[in-house]
């Protein structure tokens, strides 16, 4: 299978906890995205890569979210000190080239559930 | 402020009717357009995309179209199966001035119905 792939696809933490989800995007596509989406809402841009370079995160939701691409190929986005407010599923797309309007392919996503 | 807006929370239709499902937007900036298909506990499925230099696109029994001086967008399947029950979503890219950024900005969803 060649598409998006994240890891885990269900992650259940207590208040307080950090957790790391993990985004392995198509592997030619030099792109990737990261979105939030919350229940009767669609997705919500959070952050974006073009290779390791991070070139949009002001709508990170806090300074508790962060994300990396170090190597230009995966990612991973850690949220620190969760709150239960931060239960959501996160998703991940991909897409190749270096224009805005290119069609991003959607990986499972990441369903966190914070107690 | 919602800038992309898809009015109907759901729609119900007959197997092998057509389903109409309406998007609006408010950004004269959005220049390309994308619709999405999502089942519950999956990512979102690519279905079309058109770019503000057409005004209608199709790709087999979807068909999308594009009326920019409305600025309303919509997706027609043809003929709907069962297996089109889903939640539909509409999206704009938000591209900056280099033609660069690209990001998505989603509306709420549709979801739709097929029945037998």
């Known amino acids: 299978d060649t598409g998006v792939s994240q890891d885990p696809r269900h992650k259940i933490t207590k208040r307080g906890q950090n957790v790391t989800f993990r985004c392995d995007p198509i592997s030619e596509h030099n792109r990737l995205y990261w979105y939030r989406q919350t229940l009767g809402q669609g997705p919500e841009f959070l952050t974006y890569f073009q290779n390791e370079a991070q070139l949009e995160k002001s709508r990170l939701l806090s300074d508790r979210f962060s994300a990396e691409r170090p190597k230009g190929s995966f990612s991973t986005l850690e949220i620190q000190r969760t709150e239960q407010g931060d239960s959501a599923m996160y998703l991940c797309?991909?897409?190749?080239?270096?224009?805005?309007?290119?069609?991003?392919?959607f990986g499972p996503g990441t369903r966190l559930l914070v107690l | 402020d919602q800038q992309v807006k898809q009015n109907s929370p759901s729609l119900s239709v007959q197997e092998g009717r057509i389903s109409i499902l309406n998007c609006d937007y408010t950004n004269s900036m959005f220049d390309y357009f994308l619709w999405y298909k999502k089942y519950p506990a999956e990512g979102p499925t690519f279905l079309i995309s058109i770019s503000s230099i057409k005004d209608k696109n199709e790709d087999g029994r979807f068909t999308v179209f594009l009326n920019k001086s409305a600025k309303h967008l919509s997706l027609h399947i043809v003929p709907s199966q069962p297996g089109d029950s889903a939640v539909y979503f509409c999206a704009a890219s938000e591209v900056d001035y280099g033609g660069s950024q690209g990001n998505l900005i989603f509306g709420k969803g549709t979801k739709l119905s097929v029945k037998p």
């Open positions: 797309a991909s897409s190749f080239g270096t224009s805005g309007r290119k069609t991003q392919y």
